[in-house]
């Protein structure tokens, strides 16, 4: 029998969604998802399930509620697992309510995961406690939308007087008409304003009601979140967000569905990433039929990927380890993949694959490899067979952004989504010569390739552009 799932993924940062969340998420046969929703979450779907977008956008095209509920009924009758996505919680001014009370009226079974709110998860992220001992001993929540624009409905009397903190939700347009309501009434408090909260580009200017729209807001765009009341002043000590060390550095990294290491490391560090899965690697196992590992003296694995494809190949074609020649990897990071399946590499190289070209005596070489970047692998003495392996097929992504501060680029074919999708930054960092000279031949400028063909080399450049950054900011 038909479910639908109501599922609250929390605010912006896709690291907030709860476990059941994402496990319904991969279990979903439909997906009907909201506008104010990290697309990256959509990544865990199953090929098979269908992805429907019913988002509301304040002042643009939106769906319908009654067209919601249309869709519920309908897909209840197709699918057995509907799971109807909604950015923070479903039941804090997300309409969950409605949706729930709809689906009990139609007989349908549903079911409520909640989610972080923004209220909660946008303060903390700014810094600013929702409720603080001797401060504010409690919390309100409004919207400061309504369909009526009623406003001036607002209990203003009340609260321009309580110590309690007073969050107002969907509140850029409602702004200046809340700061008159509480200045008419004396009530000169502390103020804070949180742009796209938790998110990629997330903004935070306080002050107090006199002075707050005299300051520079043009970077404070919807949604925007009002905070109101003394724990404001708590920001300097506890804004954790912003003292990262990565922290305010926005980066563009279009990565293989397969490559989530990097990502993960630059966010820890508080880094802004936009890593969407720009390519999907697939195997050529064809390539290999006519391959007999005992013809060869050596096989070079030039990178993890192809140490993962060709243990793979190994073990679908029932490949016996002990008629492997002798392996040469091109530095460190691909020994220690090796050793997962516990082998042990015969050579090393110094993290480029011309390392081993010295290296290695004239002999008969076998070289598995990408589809990309065939000629940099050529020159070897000896006998070599270069088999394609496995290409990387591109993926349409959604960049949510057109300006970053670094753009990281590990391949050739990485510069070509930066040019497709017109994305710019300030800064520009390559994994390699090859992809430096691309960046270089397609004209961009501030670039620098990393001191190593690694992950780690590459967080050390970002680290730079940061400190270059900062630099800048002081002059």
């Known amino acids: 029998m038909a479910k639908v799932y109501l599922v609250g993924v929390g605010c912006g940062d896709p690291g907030l969604v709860s476990l059941r969340a994402q496990a319904l998420i991969e279990q979903a046969d439909c997906v009907l998802y909201d506008h104010l929703l990290d697309e990256r979450l959509l990544d865990a779907c199953s090929c098979s399930c269908r992805k429907i977008y019913v988002g509301k956008k304040g002042h643009g095209l939106s769906t319908s509620q009654q067209t919601i509920h249309e869709w519920l009924e309908q897909l209840a009758q197709e699918y057995s697992c509907i799971v109807r996505l909604k950015g923070g919680d479903p039941y804090v001014f997300g309409r969950g309510g409605e949706e729930g009370e709809f689906l009990y009226e139609k007989g349908i079974p549903f079911e409520v995961v909640p989610g972080i709110s923004s209220c909660i998860a946008g303060l903390s992220y700014a810094g600013i406690p929702i409720t603080y001992r001797g401060l504010s001993r409690g919390f309100r929540v409004y919207t400061a939308y309504t369909k009526e624009k009623k406003r001036n409905d607002l209990p203003f009397d009340e609260l321009a007087n309580t110590n309690d903190t007073v969050v107002f939700l969907m509140g850029r347009s409602s ?7 509480y ?4 009530s000169d408090r502390s103020i804070a304003l949180i742009s796209n909260a938790t998110c990629f580009d997330q903004r935070v200017v306080s002050g107090r009601m006199s002075t ?9 765009t919807a949604p925007l979140l009002i905070v109101v009341g003394e724990v404001v002043q708590k920001r300097q000590a506890l804004d954790w967000f912003s003292r990262q060390e990565l922290s305010g550095l926005s980066i563009f990294y279009p990565r293989l569905s397969s490559r989530h290491e990097l990502a993960s490391t630059l966010q820890e560090l508080g880094a802004q990433v936009d890593a969407p899965i720009a390519f999907e690697q697939c195997p050529h196992f064809e390539n290999m039929q006519d391959i ?20 793979e190949w190994m073990a679908c074609e029932k490949v016996d380890v002990r008629t492997l020649p002798k392996l040469a990897l091109v530095g460190e990071k691909s020994a220690q993949v090796l050793q997962e399946y516990g082998l042990y590499a015969d050579c090393i190289g110094e993290g480029n694959v011309d390392s081993l070209k010295k290296r290695l005596p004239a002999s008969k070489i076998l070289i598995p490899h990408s589809a990309s970047n065939l000629e940099g692998v050529k020159g070897f003495r000896g006998q070599e067979k270069i088999v394609v392996l496995y290409s990387n097929k591109k993926k349409p992504i959604q960049p949510r952004a057109s300006l970053y501060d670094v753009a990281i680029c590990t391949s050739k074919a990485a510069v070509d989504v930066l040019e497709t999708h017109k994305i710019n930054a300030r800064y520009y960092i390559a994994i390699g010569p090859q992809s430096e000279k691309a960046l270089l031949a397609r004209g961009y400028s501030n670039v620098s390739c990393a001191k190593e063909a690694s992950y780690e080399s590459i967080v050390e450049a970002v680290k730079g552009v940061k400190r270059k950054k900062c630099i800048e900011e002081e002059d």
């Open 175 to 181: 702004l200046p008409e809340i700061v008159h309501e």
């Open 183 to 186: 200045l008419k009434r004396g």
């Open 212 to 220: 707050i729209l005299t300051q520079d807001l043009e970077s404070i």
């Open 292 to 311: 007999d590992l005992v013809d060869y003296d050596w096989i070079v694995l030039t990178s993890p990927s192809a140490i993962r494809f060709f243990m």
